[in-house]
Protein backbone atom coordinates (compact mmCIF):
# COMPACT_ATOMS: atom_id res chain seq x y z
CA UNK A 1 0.00 0.00 0.00
CA UNK A 2 1.89 3.06 -1.40
CA UNK A 3 0.51 6.49 0.76
CA UNK A 4 0.87 9.64 -1.66
CA UNK A 5 2.06 12.74 -0.72
CA UNK A 6 0.67 15.58 1.78
CA UNK A 7 -0.61 17.31 -0.84
CA UNK A 8 -1.93 14.52 -2.70
CA UNK A 9 -3.62 13.35 0.03
CA UNK A 10 -5.10 16.48 0.80
CA UNK A 11 -6.48 17.07 -2.94
CA UNK A 12 -8.06 13.59 -2.95
CA UNK A 13 -10.21 14.00 0.09
CA UNK A 14 -11.17 17.53 -0.70
CA UNK A 15 -11.91 16.24 -4.50
CA UNK A 16 -14.56 13.36 -2.81
CA UNK A 17 -16.03 15.98 0.07
CA UNK A 18 -17.04 18.33 -2.93
CA UNK A 19 -18.57 15.40 -5.09
CA UNK A 20 -20.24 14.86 -2.09
CA UNK A 21 -21.86 18.34 -1.96
CA UNK A 22 -22.38 18.76 -5.23
CA UNK A 23 -24.27 14.94 -5.69
CA UNK A 24 -26.42 16.29 -2.88
CA UNK A 25 -26.84 20.05 -4.19
CA UNK A 26 -27.68 19.06 -8.13
CA UNK A 27 -29.32 15.91 -6.69
CA UNK A 28 -27.34 13.60 -8.60
CA UNK A 29 -27.79 9.98 -6.95
CA UNK A 30 -25.57 8.06 -9.64
CA UNK A 31 -22.79 9.77 -8.13
CA UNK A 32 -23.46 9.93 -5.15
CA UNK A 33 -24.12 6.20 -4.75
CA UNK A 34 -20.89 5.67 -6.32
CA UNK A 35 -19.19 7.14 -3.32
CA UNK A 36 -20.65 5.10 -0.68
CA UNK A 37 -20.29 2.02 -2.71
CA UNK A 38 -17.73 0.11 -0.62
CA UNK A 39 -17.69 -3.10 -1.92
CA UNK A 40 -16.91 -2.63 -5.34
CA UNK A 41 -13.54 -1.39 -4.27
CA UNK A 42 -13.33 1.29 -6.55
CA UNK A 43 -9.77 2.75 -7.21
CA UNK A 44 -10.98 6.00 -6.39
CA UNK A 45 -12.37 4.79 -3.24
CA UNK A 46 -9.45 2.91 -2.25
CA UNK A 47 -7.07 6.02 -3.04
CA UNK A 48 -8.98 8.20 -0.84
CA UNK A 49 -8.73 5.44 1.76
CA UNK A 50 -5.15 5.61 1.73
CA UNK A 51 -5.25 9.40 1.45
CA UNK A 52 -7.23 9.26 4.68
CA UNK A 53 -5.00 7.07 6.72
CA UNK A 54 -2.02 9.03 5.64
CA UNK A 55 -3.23 12.58 6.17
CA UNK A 56 -5.19 11.23 9.20
CA UNK A 57 -6.76 14.59 9.98
CA UNK A 58 -9.97 14.79 7.39
CA UNK A 59 -12.23 16.17 10.42
CA UNK A 60 -10.78 19.68 9.88
CA UNK A 61 -11.09 19.93 6.31
CA UNK A 62 -14.61 18.95 6.71
CA UNK A 63 -15.39 21.47 10.06
CA UNK A 64 -13.19 24.55 8.17
CA UNK A 65 -15.60 24.85 5.23
CA UNK A 66 -19.49 25.31 5.86
CA UNK A 67 -20.01 23.63 2.64
CA UNK A 68 -18.67 20.84 3.90
CA UNK A 69 -19.02 21.41 7.58
CA UNK A 70 -23.10 20.83 7.25
CA UNK A 71 -22.65 17.09 6.11
CA UNK A 72 -20.45 17.08 8.98
CA UNK A 73 -22.35 14.04 11.01
CA UNK A 74 -22.46 12.00 7.42
CA UNK A 75 -18.84 12.67 6.09
CA UNK A 76 -17.13 11.85 9.58
CA UNK A 77 -18.44 8.44 10.45
CA UNK A 78 -18.29 7.63 6.60
CA UNK A 79 -14.27 8.54 6.30
CA UNK A 80 -13.79 6.14 9.65
CA UNK A 81 -15.20 3.18 8.09
CA UNK A 82 -13.61 3.55 4.78
CA UNK A 83 -10.30 3.98 6.71
CA UNK A 84 -10.79 0.84 8.34
CA UNK A 85 -12.15 -1.20 5.87
CA UNK A 86 -9.32 -0.50 3.98
CA UNK A 87 -6.85 -1.76 6.63
CA UNK A 88 -9.00 -4.70 7.03
CA UNK A 89 -10.32 -4.11 10.58
CA UNK A 90 -13.82 -5.10 9.61
CA UNK A 91 -15.94 -4.67 12.90
CA UNK A 92 -14.45 -1.03 13.67
CA UNK A 93 -15.78 -0.25 10.35
CA UNK A 94 -19.10 -1.71 10.37
CA UNK A 95 -19.22 0.70 13.37
CA UNK A 96 -18.12 3.48 11.58
CA UNK A 97 -20.40 2.84 8.59
CA UNK A 98 -23.73 2.38 10.74
CA UNK A 99 -23.49 5.73 12.43
CA UNK A 100 -22.95 7.05 8.93
CA UNK A 101 -26.11 5.28 7.69
CA UNK A 102 -28.31 6.72 10.57
CA UNK A 103 -26.74 10.17 10.27
CA UNK A 104 -28.03 10.04 6.51
CA UNK A 105 -31.66 8.64 7.03
CA UNK A 106 -31.57 11.62 9.32
CA UNK A 107 -30.95 13.68 6.36
CA UNK A 108 -32.91 11.93 4.08
CA UNK A 109 -35.95 12.10 6.19
CA UNK A 110 -36.23 16.03 5.57
CA UNK A 111 -35.77 15.79 1.29
CA UNK A 112 -39.12 15.65 0.35
CA UNK A 113 -38.79 14.19 -3.01
CA UNK A 114 -37.57 10.77 -3.17
CA UNK A 115 -34.48 11.45 -5.17
CA UNK A 116 -31.70 9.99 -3.24
CA UNK A 117 -33.36 6.43 -3.46
CA UNK A 118 -30.91 4.65 -5.29
CA UNK A 119 -28.12 6.05 -2.48
CA UNK A 120 -30.02 4.36 0.18
CA UNK A 121 -30.44 1.38 -1.87
CA UNK A 122 -26.54 0.87 -1.83
CA UNK A 123 -26.37 2.04 2.00
CA UNK A 124 -28.45 -0.97 2.34
CA UNK A 125 -27.00 -3.63 0.54
CA UNK A 126 -23.29 -1.89 1.79
CA UNK A 127 -24.27 -2.03 5.67
CA UNK A 128 -25.75 -5.94 5.09
CA UNK A 129 -22.67 -7.33 3.01
CA UNK A 130 -20.12 -5.28 5.54
CA UNK A 131 -22.35 -6.26 9.11
CA UNK A 132 -21.81 -10.41 7.20
CA UNK A 133 -17.75 -9.77 6.66
CA UNK A 134 -17.69 -8.10 10.49
CA UNK A 135 -19.47 -11.44 11.77
CA UNK A 136 -16.92 -13.64 10.45
CA UNK A 137 -14.12 -11.53 11.93
CA UNK A 138 -15.87 -11.77 15.26
CA UNK A 139 -16.28 -15.75 14.43
CA UNK A 140 -12.66 -16.57 13.98
CA UNK A 141 -11.38 -14.55 16.44
CA UNK A 142 -13.67 -16.44 19.05
CA UNK A 143 -16.18 -13.34 19.20
CA UNK A 144 -20.16 -13.62 18.95
CA UNK A 145 -21.30 -12.70 16.05
CA UNK A 146 -23.78 -9.82 16.26
CA UNK A 147 -23.57 -6.98 13.55
CA UNK A 148 -25.59 -9.03 10.95
CA UNK A 149 -28.33 -8.67 13.80
CA UNK A 150 -27.85 -5.13 13.91
CA UNK A 151 -28.25 -4.26 10.42
CA UNK A 152 -31.45 -5.94 10.28
CA UNK A 153 -32.70 -3.77 13.17
CA UNK A 154 -30.83 -0.44 10.90
CA UNK A 155 -32.90 -2.02 7.74
CA UNK A 156 -36.08 -2.01 9.80
CA UNK A 157 -35.77 1.59 10.89
CA UNK A 158 -35.26 2.45 7.38
CA UNK A 159 -38.00 0.79 5.99
CA UNK A 160 -40.22 2.76 8.52
CA UNK A 161 -38.86 5.45 6.99
CA UNK A 162 -40.26 4.36 3.70
CA UNK A 163 -43.12 3.00 4.66
CA UNK A 164 -45.69 6.07 4.55
CA UNK A 165 -47.46 7.95 1.88
CA UNK A 166 -45.57 9.60 -0.83
CA UNK A 167 -42.80 8.56 -3.38
CA UNK A 168 -40.29 7.31 -1.28
CA UNK A 169 -42.32 4.41 -0.71
CA UNK A 170 -41.52 2.42 -3.83
CA UNK A 171 -37.93 1.66 -1.99
CA UNK A 172 -39.37 -0.48 0.50
CA UNK A 173 -39.62 -3.50 -1.32
CA UNK A 174 -36.02 -3.03 -2.13
CA UNK A 175 -34.73 -2.34 1.56
CA UNK A 176 -37.83 -5.69 2.85
CA UNK A 177 -35.36 -8.20 0.31
CA UNK A 178 -32.10 -7.10 2.23
CA UNK A 179 -34.13 -7.67 5.64
CA UNK A 180 -34.99 -11.44 3.84
CA UNK A 181 -31.84 -12.04 2.61
CA UNK A 182 -30.83 -11.50 6.60
CA UNK A 183 -33.59 -13.21 7.98
CA UNK A 184 -32.67 -16.11 5.75
CA UNK A 185 -28.79 -16.13 6.54
CA UNK A 186 -29.63 -16.16 10.43
CA UNK A 187 -32.14 -18.61 10.67
CA UNK A 188 -34.67 -16.20 11.65
CA UNK A 189 -37.11 -16.05 9.19
CA UNK A 190 -40.26 -16.17 11.45
CA UNK A 191 -39.66 -12.61 11.28
CA UNK A 192 -40.69 -11.78 7.72
CA UNK A 193 -43.91 -12.11 8.37
CA UNK A 194 -44.15 -8.58 9.86
CA UNK A 195 -42.55 -7.21 6.90
CA UNK A 196 -44.82 -9.38 4.34
CA UNK A 197 -47.85 -8.09 6.33
CA UNK A 198 -46.77 -4.60 5.63
CA UNK A 199 -46.41 -5.01 2.48
CA UNK A 200 -48.89 -7.12 1.52
CA UNK A 201 -51.93 -5.48 3.36
CA UNK A 202 -51.37 -1.70 3.83
CA UNK A 203 -53.49 0.48 1.38
CA UNK A 204 -50.49 2.33 0.74
CA UNK A 205 -49.00 -0.04 -1.15
CA UNK A 206 -49.41 -0.91 -4.75
CA UNK A 207 -47.30 -3.79 -5.47
CA UNK A 208 -47.25 -3.41 -9.13
CA UNK A 209 -45.73 0.04 -8.86
CA UNK A 210 -42.50 -1.33 -7.22
CA UNK A 211 -39.53 -1.65 -9.66
CA UNK A 212 -39.67 -4.88 -11.53
CA UNK A 213 -36.25 -6.36 -9.76
CA UNK A 214 -37.43 -5.92 -6.24
CA UNK A 215 -40.61 -7.63 -7.32
CA UNK A 216 -38.94 -11.02 -8.60
CA UNK A 217 -36.53 -11.08 -5.16
CA UNK A 218 -39.74 -10.28 -3.23
CA UNK A 219 -41.52 -13.25 -4.94
CA UNK A 220 -38.26 -15.48 -4.64
CA UNK A 221 -37.98 -15.46 -0.71
CA UNK A 222 -41.60 -15.23 0.02
CA UNK A 223 -42.10 -18.26 -2.51
CA UNK A 224 -39.23 -20.44 -0.43
CA UNK A 225 -40.93 -19.34 2.93
CA UNK A 226 -44.17 -21.08 1.45
CA UNK A 227 -42.24 -24.01 0.91
CA UNK A 228 -40.54 -24.07 4.29
CA UNK A 229 -44.56 -23.99 5.43
CA UNK A 230 -45.41 -26.64 2.96
CA UNK A 231 -48.05 -24.72 1.46
CA UNK A 232 -46.86 -25.92 -2.37
CA UNK A 233 -49.94 -23.94 -4.46
CA UNK A 234 -48.86 -20.44 -3.08
CA UNK A 235 -44.77 -21.52 -3.27
CA UNK A 236 -45.78 -22.25 -7.31
CA UNK A 237 -47.25 -18.90 -7.35
CA UNK A 238 -44.91 -16.73 -6.05
CA UNK A 239 -41.79 -18.80 -7.77
CA UNK A 240 -43.66 -19.10 -11.02
CA UNK A 241 -44.17 -15.21 -10.96
CA UNK A 242 -40.33 -14.65 -10.12
CA UNK A 243 -39.12 -17.03 -12.90
CA UNK A 244 -41.60 -15.52 -15.67
CA UNK A 245 -40.40 -12.00 -14.27
CA UNK A 246 -36.56 -12.41 -13.83
CA UNK A 247 -34.35 -11.25 -16.61
CA UNK A 248 -33.93 -14.46 -18.91
CA UNK A 249 -30.06 -12.90 -19.36
CA UNK A 250 -29.56 -13.64 -15.05
CA UNK A 251 -29.15 -17.64 -15.92
CA UNK A 252 -27.71 -17.57 -12.18
CA UNK A 253 -31.07 -15.81 -10.83
CA UNK A 254 -32.83 -18.23 -12.91
CA UNK A 255 -31.28 -21.22 -11.61
CA UNK A 256 -31.48 -20.22 -8.20
CA UNK A 257 -35.22 -19.46 -8.30
CA UNK A 258 -36.04 -23.64 -10.06
CA UNK A 259 -33.49 -24.88 -7.21
CA UNK A 260 -37.12 -24.30 -5.04
CA UNK A 261 -39.76 -24.43 -7.83
CA UNK A 262 -38.36 -27.45 -9.49
CA UNK A 263 -39.23 -29.48 -6.06
CA UNK A 264 -42.24 -28.22 -5.40
CA UNK A 265 -43.62 -28.58 -9.05
CA UNK A 266 -42.42 -32.13 -8.60
CA UNK A 267 -44.92 -31.68 -5.54
CA UNK A 268 -47.88 -31.25 -7.24
CA UNK A 269 -46.76 -34.11 -10.49
CA UNK A 270 -45.29 -31.89 -12.61
CA UNK A 271 -42.14 -33.29 -13.83
CA UNK A 272 -39.47 -30.63 -15.25
CA UNK A 273 -38.08 -31.64 -19.09
CA UNK A 274 -34.30 -33.04 -19.11
CA UNK A 275 -33.24 -30.00 -21.10
CA UNK A 276 -34.09 -27.28 -18.66
CA UNK A 277 -32.24 -29.11 -15.74
CA UNK A 278 -29.20 -29.74 -17.85
CA UNK A 279 -29.41 -26.04 -18.95
CA UNK A 280 -28.95 -25.03 -15.94
CA UNK A 281 -26.68 -27.13 -14.32
CA UNK A 282 -29.64 -28.22 -12.31
CA UNK A 283 -28.47 -32.42 -12.46
CA UNK A 284 -29.23 -33.28 -8.65
CA UNK A 285 -32.45 -33.51 -9.61
CA UNK A 286 -32.08 -35.80 -12.84
CA UNK A 287 -32.83 -39.17 -10.88
CA UNK A 288 -35.70 -37.34 -9.01
CA UNK A 289 -37.17 -37.10 -11.76
CA UNK A 290 -36.51 -40.28 -13.12
CA UNK A 291 -37.65 -42.15 -10.30
CA UNK A 292 -40.55 -40.27 -10.25
CA UNK A 293 -41.31 -41.60 -14.22
CA UNK A 294 -40.23 -45.57 -13.41
CA UNK A 295 -42.22 -45.48 -9.89
CA UNK A 296 -38.09 -46.81 -8.65
CA UNK A 297 -38.33 -46.32 -5.08
CA UNK A 298 -34.56 -47.58 -4.92
CA UNK A 299 -33.51 -44.63 -7.31
CA UNK A 300 -35.13 -42.25 -5.55
CA UNK A 301 -33.39 -43.12 -2.19
CA UNK A 302 -29.99 -43.55 -4.02
CA UNK A 303 -30.51 -39.57 -5.34
CA UNK A 304 -31.49 -38.14 -1.56
CA UNK A 305 -28.38 -39.67 -0.12
CA UNK A 306 -26.22 -39.04 -2.97
CA UNK A 307 -26.96 -35.11 -2.80
CA UNK A 308 -28.18 -34.84 0.85
CA UNK A 309 -26.07 -32.04 1.96
CA UNK A 310 -27.10 -29.92 -1.16
CA UNK A 311 -30.72 -30.59 -0.51
CA UNK A 312 -30.50 -30.33 2.96
CA UNK A 313 -28.35 -26.76 2.51
CA UNK A 314 -31.14 -25.35 -0.05
CA UNK A 315 -34.08 -26.65 2.62
CA UNK A 316 -35.75 -28.87 0.18
CA UNK A 317 -35.03 -32.45 1.52
CA UNK A 318 -38.05 -32.91 3.43
CA UNK A 319 -40.18 -31.83 0.06
CA UNK A 320 -38.01 -34.01 -2.33
CA UNK A 321 -38.46 -37.48 0.52
CA UNK A 322 -41.99 -36.63 0.95
CA UNK A 323 -42.38 -37.53 -3.16
CA UNK A 324 -41.88 -41.51 -2.03
CA UNK A 325 -46.14 -42.00 -2.26
CA UNK A 326 -46.09 -40.72 -6.04
CA UNK A 327 -43.34 -43.18 -6.32
CA UNK A 328 -44.98 -46.00 -5.01
CA UNK A 329 -48.14 -44.74 -7.12
CA UNK A 330 -46.30 -45.11 -10.18
CA UNK A 331 -44.98 -48.84 -9.49
CA UNK A 332 -48.19 -49.81 -8.96
CA UNK A 333 -49.87 -48.04 -11.56
CA UNK A 334 -47.07 -50.18 -13.54
CA UNK A 335 -47.91 -53.32 -12.23
CA UNK A 336 -51.59 -52.51 -13.16
CA UNK A 337 -50.92 -52.21 -16.59
CA UNK A 338 -48.72 -55.21 -17.05
CA UNK A 339 -51.22 -57.47 -15.35
CA UNK A 340 -53.95 -55.58 -17.78
CA UNK A 341 -51.92 -56.52 -20.67
CA UNK A 342 -51.81 -60.38 -19.29
CA UNK A 343 -55.54 -60.85 -18.11
CA UNK A 344 -58.17 -57.72 -18.64
CA UNK A 345 -60.61 -58.97 -16.37
CA UNK A 346 -58.57 -59.44 -13.55
CA UNK A 347 -56.29 -56.26 -13.84
CA UNK A 348 -58.51 -54.29 -11.31
CA UNK A 349 -57.39 -56.80 -8.49
CA UNK A 350 -53.92 -56.84 -7.50
CA UNK A 351 -52.46 -58.94 -5.14
CA UNK A 352 -50.55 -57.48 -2.57
CA UNK A 353 -48.06 -60.27 -2.99
CA UNK A 354 -46.91 -59.22 -6.27
CA UNK A 355 -46.40 -55.20 -4.71
CA UNK A 356 -44.07 -57.05 -2.57
CA UNK A 357 -42.10 -59.09 -5.27
CA UNK A 358 -41.83 -56.16 -7.07
CA UNK A 359 -40.28 -54.31 -4.58
CA UNK A 360 -37.84 -56.87 -4.00
CA UNK A 361 -36.80 -56.76 -7.87
CA UNK A 362 -35.94 -53.28 -7.18
CA UNK A 363 -33.84 -54.45 -3.77
CA UNK A 364 -36.32 -53.20 -1.58
CA UNK A 365 -37.03 -55.71 1.42
CA UNK A 366 -40.78 -55.16 2.30
CA UNK A 367 -43.31 -57.40 3.73
CA UNK A 368 -46.64 -57.71 3.20
CA UNK A 369 -48.20 -55.42 6.12
CA UNK A 370 -45.63 -52.78 5.35
CA UNK A 371 -47.14 -52.73 1.98
CA UNK A 372 -50.32 -53.14 2.84
CA UNK A 373 -49.60 -50.21 5.44
CA UNK A 374 -48.51 -48.22 2.46
CA UNK A 375 -51.29 -49.01 0.08
CA UNK A 376 -53.71 -47.77 2.49
CA UNK A 377 -51.80 -44.97 2.64
CA UNK A 378 -51.62 -44.32 -1.10
CA UNK A 379 -55.94 -45.07 -1.45
CA UNK A 380 -55.83 -41.89 1.56
CA UNK A 381 -54.03 -39.71 0.25
CA UNK A 382 -56.16 -39.91 -3.20
CA UNK A 383 -53.39 -41.51 -5.29
CA UNK A 384 -54.86 -44.43 -5.52
CA UNK A 385 -59.01 -45.35 -6.26
CA UNK A 386 -60.16 -48.65 -4.41
CA UNK A 387 -60.22 -50.25 -1.63
CA UNK A 388 -58.68 -53.02 0.57
CA UNK A 389 -60.07 -56.47 0.95
CA UNK A 390 -58.23 -58.01 4.24
CA UNK A 391 -58.95 -61.24 4.15
CA UNK A 392 -57.74 -62.08 0.72
CA UNK A 393 -54.52 -59.49 0.40
CA UNK A 394 -55.78 -57.76 -3.04
CA UNK A 395 -56.19 -54.04 -3.10
CA UNK A 396 -59.30 -53.57 -5.28
CA UNK A 397 -58.99 -50.93 -7.99
CA UNK A 398 -61.51 -48.10 -9.32
CA UNK A 399 -62.51 -49.51 -12.86
CA UNK A 400 -62.61 -45.70 -13.66
CA UNK A 401 -59.61 -43.29 -13.03
CA UNK A 402 -57.87 -46.14 -10.70
CA UNK A 403 -54.85 -43.23 -10.54
CA UNK A 404 -55.65 -39.59 -10.10
CA UNK A 405 -53.24 -37.26 -11.61
CA UNK A 406 -52.25 -34.47 -9.30
CA UNK A 407 -53.37 -31.93 -11.98
CA UNK A 408 -51.00 -29.09 -10.16
CA UNK A 409 -52.62 -29.64 -6.98
CA UNK A 410 -50.52 -30.82 -3.62
CA UNK A 411 -50.94 -34.60 -2.42
CA UNK A 412 -53.53 -34.53 0.65
CA UNK A 413 -52.31 -34.37 3.86
Known amino acids: MAYPSMGEAHRRITDYLNKFCDAVSYQDVASLAQLFSFSSNSPSLLSLADALNFFQDANRLIKQSDKFSQFGEILAPLFRSLQSYRL ?6 YHAFEKFANAFIQEFRNWESAWALEALYVIAYEIRVLAERADRELSSNGKSPEK ?36 FKLGTVHLCRS ?47 ALTHCNPLREANIRMILKYLIPVKLSLGILPKTCLLEKYNLLEYNDVVKALKRGDLR ?9 EDQFLRSGVYLVLEKLELQVYQRLVKKIYFIQKQKDPSKAHQLKLEVIVKALKWLEMDMDLDEVECIMTILIYKNLVKGYFAHKSKVVVLSKQDPFPKLNGKPVNS
Open 88 to 93: GNLVEA
Open 148 to 183: LKGAGSFLMKVFGVLAGKGPKRVGALYVTCQLFKIY
Open 195 to 241: VIRSIETARIFDFEEFPRRDKVTYMYYTGRLEVFNENFPAADNKLSY
Open 299 to 307: LLRHALQEH
